[in-house]
């Protein structure tokens, strides 16, 4: 078989076999299309499918076909990270500022602390500390992989049980919004390259320039230009933040974190989220099981995986509890936000990618944080949805 025709077998397993678990098996309430999808990746990655049928794993996942879906991967992935990007809501953070800083912070804060600790642990080991990292960077970076919370698919679970736009909903979207900008933030940090402080000041300051003329001009164009001018923008960012030695999916948040939602119609906004999830994220999440190892050991993986959704899980519950008890919310309210806030799924997952392709974290690392956050993204439904059922009148409350 030529390269396209092997590709195209890929593409079918990809596109086919989670589909098919999800739909045959009715997993949408502990596990939506888009877990399943990441599941399979693992399942179709190395450490499982290459070491079960080593032949065939070769024949289909060879380097050319490889190549090619990395290329996929890519643009999928900062095209969804840049959908995030748009979607981050501050301006309704600044006009409930204490309570979104409070909530935000203790949120973000003891989990972030909790997976520090975690990350102290691990580097008692050997085997997860990447070839290039500090050792501050590996602590800070695995610790806030515990932190982030995954906004497109906290959006995602919150319109199927019907609160995104209730005004709770829209209370979890400004703190996860919020945490969101801390958490690109000290990516950047981590990633901070001395060798190369040059070009990435450079790039900064050339964001800031040329995103003050690109806010300009879109402010002036209409509806159908702007979604071809913001296109544009986002492939001019990837590559000057790669370039700069920053890593491209921060440039493609940066290029739309300056972006106003209201530019775009919100049902096409929300529309074509759902179209990069089903047409072109499949890719990214086989591409992302592919770069799964157990190369310390598949217990020992798991045994790391299970301590930091413990880290990850206890530590949001216990900082947005404490910030139900200054904010005085109502009993069981911290609960439900805290649940909903740890889901982690695919920001972490694309975090935890930009940590592994620095060499900041090694491939078992980057196992144990992809089991984890498949962990915490399964365990979202099964817990919120029987709360909400008790809690209805909470729906309401917008602060």
Known sequence: MNTTEIFLIAMLIILSVPYLVWRLFRTDHFAPLVVVQIIAGILLGPGVLGA?????YQFVFNPAVIQSLSGIAWWAVMLFVWIA????DLKAAWQHRRESGITAGLALGMPLLFGCGAALVMLAGSGWIGPKALDWQFVLGVGMACAVTALPILILLMEKMDILRQPLGQRILRYASVDDVAIWGVLALILMDWSRVGKQLAFVL????VGALFRRLMARLNASDRW???LIWLALCGFGADWSGLHYMVGAFLAGAIMDA???DQKQLDSLRHHVLLVIMPVFFLSTGLRTN????GSMVFLAAAGLLVASVAGKLIGVHMAGRILRWQPG?????GWLLQTKA???????NILLDKQIITQESFTALLLMAVGSTMLTTPVVKPKLARMAALLGRSS
């Open 346 to 352: 695919l920001i972490m997952i694309i975090f935890a």
């Open 206 to 209: 050339a964001f800031i320039v």
């Open 85 to 88: 990007g748009i979607e981050l």
């Open 52 to 56: 079960a049928f080593p032949e065939y």
């Open 294 to 297: 157990w190369g310390v050991g």
């Open 228 to 230: 071809f001018v913001s």
């Open 333 to 337: 309210e911290a609960s439900l936000i």
């Open 262 to 264: 209201d530019w775009f």
